[in-house]
């Protein structure tokens, strides 16, 4: 079946760090991917739209600065947290969807997530 | 803008009794409905979903899940509840963007505890 791979799985870093979260699709092409957050004990959040060759859909509230997305292959989409602070600790979770089987309604196929911890 | 609601935060089942989980959509046409599954510290595995035909959906691990239109309900059932269901399990809403959903609408989750 369709993999998504997100890497790292956990990163802990420093106020003010920027960090960079990788989102795969192994065996299949993406020319979309998703970005969304998970707050503790919270449902998941939309953040943005990755478009493979174009700029990112942002929903209303997130910040593009702040947030940045970078969708260069059909098989890799990175977020980048920016000079980030303890209120972005959060589980980022990515999903792609197969765009040779989109004609026969393919969900999205979701990565393990990745826990950013800012101390 | 599209919503769904999820209104037991947590239910409490024995094993092998039935299963029943609530969901209920907001959205101006024909949605795309999915449920998926948590477990703690992991991502989402899917369990099942609907986009058109038949309104019964059978999915992964013996779930099946219901579209009722006039309801607009999309209740996940499982006659038999195994320990190992226990999980988070969040009912999500798509819009069909012309062949799959776009980025989806998730309810607040159901937490699932068995009880031995």
């Known amino acids: 079946g369709a993999v998504v791979s997100q890497h790292p799985s956990r990163v802990i870093c420093k106020s003010g760090t920027s960090v960079k979260i990788e989102c795969r699709s192994l065996d299949f092409q993406a020319t979309t991917m998703f970005w969304y957050r998970q707050f503790p004990k919270k449902s998941l959040m939309l953040m943005a739209t990755?478009?493979?060759?174009?700029?990112?859909?942002?929903e209303q509230g997130v910040e593009k600065d702040k947030f940045l997305i970078n969708h260069a292959s059909l098989t890799l989409s990175t977020l980048t947290v920016t000079s980030a602070h303890p209120e972005d600790s959060s589980f980022y979770i990515c999903?792609?969807?197969?765009?040779?089987?989109?004609?026969?309604?393919?969900?999205?196929?979701f990565g393990d997530g990745t826990r950013l911890s800012i101390l | 803008a599209q919503s769904v609601t999820q209104p037991d935060i947590h239910i409490t089942v024995s094993e092998g009794a039935s299963l029943e989980l609530r969901c209920n959509y907001s959205y101006g046409a024909t949605p795309y409905l999915f449920w998926y599954v948590q477990s703690p510290g992991q991502g989402l595995q899917l369990l099942l979903k609907y986009f058109s035909g038949d309104t019964l959906v059978q999915g992964i691990k013996g779930f099946e899940a219901e579209f009722k239109r006039s309801q607009s309900s999309f209740n996940l059932r499982k006659p038999s509840v195994h320990w190992s269901d226990a999980a988070e399990y969040f009912c999500a809403v798509g819009a069909n963007s012309g062949g799959g959903a776009d980025g989806l609408t998730f309810g607040k989750g159901t937490h699932l505890i068995i009880q031995p």
């Open positions: 990755s478009n493979e060759g174009s700029k990112a859909t942002y």
């Open positions: 999903s792609a969807r197969d765009i040779l089987r989109a004609g026969s309604n393919q969900p999205q196929h």
